[in-house]
């Protein structure tokens, strides 16, 4: 039937093995990858592996688990983790939960500009500067304290730095932006003529947001959850300056930090930042996994 | 856009103006407090400072040797734009103009170390870093900052070289440009407002990044945000104030570089990496 | 290593093959195209028309075969060493540089003084009619004066051949019909050698001297715009060549070369393209041109009509046979849908051909 099928028409001559790997996509442009990819493996990879092989060989002898079975027996090192999603969950929660009308809003606004610019601020100025801040503005004789006062909403000074709030504070101050931006553009990046078919089909502006928005939007919000959530479990610099670091803001890291710098066990902080990355991945997957039940696809219409 | 007029949207929408206004308020206090304290004379149980000075400038730098470190500062920016540059730029021509088996893996690879805090991936590193001796030098705080700064090259060039039209190097090689004329000609020049800003925001985020820094550096090798830190740690030991001038002299040094990277970048870029949307 | 306009004399593409995916391979194409002509690659999108002339130009390099240029082989060469001019289907400008320096690249590139490349950029600039633009970033550019800059481009270098690849693909209708004249224009006042990849019949017909026409990375049929118009070898080379009507039915009777065939009823005669023998399927081709309204008879379809369209002098009308046969035809008079009527057509109007093979489509 197919007698004139020409498909054998080029064995004689086959293609050479550099065309054959060009075929794939290898030749000299994707060799310039390689520097990247190496140094990639040996200060990301390498040191992770090797701090993982290192957390099962103590520096006080005694078995390969010891290092586990020392963070969680000792109630000073195993509360740090129950301490640290203290901190971490509530304040990633409130982040998101005001992020997401905030964001609503401000993609109605035409000069979106100055207010992205006031909040990137504390993400560029970073954590230490805004502990160093807010021990000045929340102390007792703050311009915050002192506003109240005058108002008079209180009769004394709340008591908001060294301890939990001062920390939890300093985590909205960096983490709303940055959860806020992240959500932006989200919302920015889904075609307004959807919400505009809905309108004209009758849907209101609960609605819309319930049936077209938040379906779509659903797996960049558990995106943005997961970033704001591993940033603010992270917690280390504000813990130390803004809280009580022996006490309730005694965060992982802190554990972590210790464990290596005094009393030079690096074994030992190898063990405790698996330990942070392990629970971190354990919500990050507890998170996306439960993506798996929202829409997945293109957000932008039927342009695919 | 769809705008409601109704009561309760418009008291909806109030209220999430008023919780925005709160918290730029807040931001804004906060930082003027900085500003304020680091020129007051005397500054206790007032609403303002007694007097204004600029003596504690003076004293900050010398008691915290704030020359050496901004020199140190600068010399590890440096290092870790440059090379930093030169190794996400090749790499992500790559990435842009290459499919290849891994590829995907590659990229994971590539974006872990932004996903991933610098606290939990950097105790392990450091770790290695004090082994190998390298941790407390220069290089060791280069090598450290170049974890998160080399991925986040490659991640803001790839959707850039991605829009430069593949047919565009395909005519310069038609009409006679070799690999080094294609690059000179036609590949810099289209590159160049990408690297600028790519490069811009590593150097923003390079200052800033305290973790890494501080869990790798030795005494000499120092950075601002770190000495900053150990100025807030032993709080105490030197006047507020001189703490507070040193923690503008930091703003400044850091605000400088954002107010010309933001002449080349959206700021949601800063966090999302999105390509620039069109503004409407 | 630019190749000198006046030692060449032909273009030789020799078995050219290219194997990798199964979209855009070429099988064997072989192909010669001497000075000065214009040649049209013509075919559906996917035929291998575009791979073949980013062979020619050394964008992708051949699995198998060879390309010459009079005796020198030049499909081992790098693109760079070619010396081929080429405009690409959107233009790819440099965005950075203005229209002067696109126009120069070429000549830059070569080393050639900065006089001459002046003197050289003018010319073309005058030829492509874009005097006073040059300052210009592409950006500040309409479509056709983009498309204006792309050729001026291409043939300031002086290259011995000139490839274009569907270059009014992006322009609108009228522009499209203006550049069109453009450049064979152009192509007439150089002399210049083009080969030029497009899949719009029209556009291949009224500027090529001989039409290449692909399909499935294989040469189908070579021939000039009248030879392909009137005598198309093969049944897709016809349906390309605007005959829309394909009858299928089962030959009757063969009488020097005339073709007598039953479609559902009907008896249809045309001359033979392919080989048919008696008994046998096979199709006949008709332009809707040829096919009109017509009085009953066993030489004439009776159809339903679908849809009826006003094209100006003529109405251009569908419809279906009792049998689901779809046809499409012309008439004077407007014909209501629904409305019986019997379609004929010319006996030497129609071409027969044999049922494709298997596995060709």
Known sequence: ?304 | MIRDTTLGAKLWAAAIWAVVAFFVLNLLAMIATVVTSSFATRWLGTWLPAGWTTRWYDSAWSEFQLGDVLLVTFQVVGAVVLISGVLGVTAAYALARRDFPGKKLLVLLFLLPLLIPPITFGIPLATVLYQTGLAGTFWGVVAANLVPTVPFVILVMIPFIEQIDPKIEAAARVFGANTFKLFIHVLLPLLLPGILAALLLVLVRTIAMFELTFLVAGPTSQTLVVALYYAVFAAGVRAVQSIDAMAVIYMVTTLVWLVIALRFVNPTQIVTRAKQQPAH | MTIALSQFDEVRLDRVSRDFGALNALRDVSLTIRRREFIALLGPSGCGKSTTLNCIAGLLPVTGGAIWLDKQRVDTLRPEERGFGMVFQNYALFPHLNVRQNIGFGLKMRGTPKAEIDRKVDEALSLVRLQGQEHKLPGQLSGGQQQRVAIARAIVIEPPLVLMDEPLSNLDAKLRLEMRAEIRRIHNELGATTIYVTHDQDEALSLADRIVVLRDGVVRQVGSPKELYEEPAHLDVADFMGFRNKLRGRVLEIENGRVLLDVEGARIAGVAREHVSPGSLAYAAIRSDDMAVGTPGDRSLAVTVDTMEYRGREFVGTAHTAGGLDLVFRSHQAVEPGAKIHLQVEDNRVLVFAEPVQGRN
């Open chain 1, 1 to 304: 039937m197919d007698a004139f099928a020409p498909a054998t028409a080029a064995t004689a001559h086959g293609p050479s093995l550099r065309q054959r790997l060009a075929a794939q996509g290898f030749d000299a442009v994707t060799l310039l990858v390689v520097p990247a990819a190496i140094f990639s493996l040996a200060l990301f990879v390498y040191p992770f592996a090797f701090g993982f092989i290192l957390s099962f060989e103590p520096k006080a002898g005694g078995d390969w688990l010891a290092n586990y079975k020392r963070f969680f027996s000792d109630p000073f090192l195993y509360e740090t983790i129950a301490k640290t999603l203290w901190l971490a969950i509530p304040v990633t929660l409130l982040n998101l939960l005001l992020a997401v009308p905030i964001a609503f809003r401000v993609r109605l606004l035409r000069h979106q500009r100055l207010l992205t610019t006031t909040l990137v601020l504390p993400i560029t100025l970073g954590t230490v500067l805004v502990a160093e801040g807010l021990l000045n503005y929340l102390g007792p004789q703050g311009w915050f304290n002192r506003t109240l006062m005058t108002l008079g909403l209180i009769s004394e000074p709340l008591k908001l730095v060294h301890n939990y709030w001062g920390v939890f504070a300093s985590l909205v101050i960096t983490g709303f932006p940055f959860t806020f931006l992240l959500t932006l553009s989200y919302v920015t990046g889904i075609d307004p003529a959807l919400e505009q078919a809905g309108a004209t089909l009758g849907a209101n502006s609960w609605q819309r947001f319930r049936y077209i928005y938040l379906p779509l939007l659903m797996p960049g919000f558990a995106i943005t959850f997961c970033l704001s959530f591993v940033q603010a479990f992270s917690v280390f610099p504000s813990a130390v300056l803004l809280g009580a670091p022996a006490g309730p803001t005694r965060v992982i890291s802190i554990a972590a930090y210790q464990a290596a710098f005094e009393e030079y066990d690096y074994s030992m902080a190898s063990a405790v930042a698996m330990i942070m990355g392990f629970v971190q991945l354990a919500i990050v997957v507890a998170v996306l996994a439960s993506r798996g039940l929202f829409y997945r696809g293109p957000a932008s219409g039927a342009k695919g």
